[in-house]
């Protein structure tokens, strides 16, 4: 268990520009998520992911935004035509499909995002 | 809808001290509630979850919350606070339990601030 990987760690960019994060979960975790949290806020759900299906996505999740699994395994998240407002950090977290709800999800340690 | 509040924006206590760290929550149906600890410019690490049995759950560090059904309480607790527990706390709620992302709903965290 290396645990969920994110990369870039951090992102500094101009607005207007596109901007993609990758995301490794835990080995076999079949469920997988994107969050963005804000300063000073906690985490706020943005999609989810389970296997290669995008089964839910967040109204915050603007049509700038897309997020991809292709093969079930990494995700990628990207934003074009990036606005101050996007400015803040990406958090992916990953769980197995076992147990349903009752097993926690493992958060990475995120991409920070900032638009210049 | 589902959520969770954290009244206290920061809590300060003195090593060796206890310490409890306050969350109350509004939920349809049983309530799935998870404690997780984020460090600076790190992820969310889990501490703990109750999802059903006894109200007092033990976690990792030391950590243990305490579910109280009539207060919609799930505060955190440890006996005796590290200096190295100094951290942002967040407490969350699993979302509805027809929603099959079980994704997770943060409240705002709390600052700890162990002094020596």
């Known amino acids: 268990d290396t645990g969920v990987s994110q990369n870039p760690r951090h992102k500094i960019t101009k607005r207007g520009q596109n901007v993609t994060f990758r995301c490794d979960p835990i080995?076999?975790?079949?469920?997988l998520y994107w969050y963005r949290q804000t300063l000073g806020q906690g985490p706020e759900f943005l999609t989810y992911?389970?296997?290669?299906?995008?089964?839910?996505k967040s109204r915050l999740l603007s049509d700038r935004f897309s997020a991809e699994r292709p093969k079930g395994s990494f995700s990628t998240l990207e934003i074009q035509r990036t606005e101050q407002g996007d400015s803040a950090m990406y958090l992916c977290?990953?769980?197995?499909?076992?147990?349903?709800?009752?097993?926690?999800?493992?958060f990475g340690d995120g991409t920070r995002l900032s638009i210049l | 809808a589902q959520s969770v509040a954290q009244p206290e924006d920061q809590v300060n206590v003195a090593e060796g001290n206890p310490l409890t760290v306050k969350c109350t929550y509004s939920v349809s149906g049983n309530p799935y509630l998870f404690w997780y600890v984020q460090y600076p410019n790190r992820g969310l690490q889990f501490l703990l979850k109750y999802i059903t049995g006894d109200n007092l759950v033990k976690g990792s560090y030391g950590f243990e919350a305490e579910f109280n059904k009539s207060q919609t309480s799930f505060h955190l607790k440890k006996p005796s606070a590290l200096v190295s527990d100094s951290a942002l706390y967040f407490c969350?709620?699993?979302?509805?339990?027809?929603?099959?992302?079980?994704?997770?709903?943060f409240g705002s965290g709390t600052r700890l601030l162990v002094r020596p």
């Open positions: 992911f389970q296997n290669e299906a995008q089964l839910e």
């Open positions: 080995s076999e975790h079949n469920r």
């Open positions: 969350a709620v699993r979302d509805l339990p027809m929603d099959s992302s079980y994704k997770l709903i």
């Open positions: 977290a990953s769980s197995p499909e076992s147990g349903q709800a009752l097993q926690p999800q493992h």
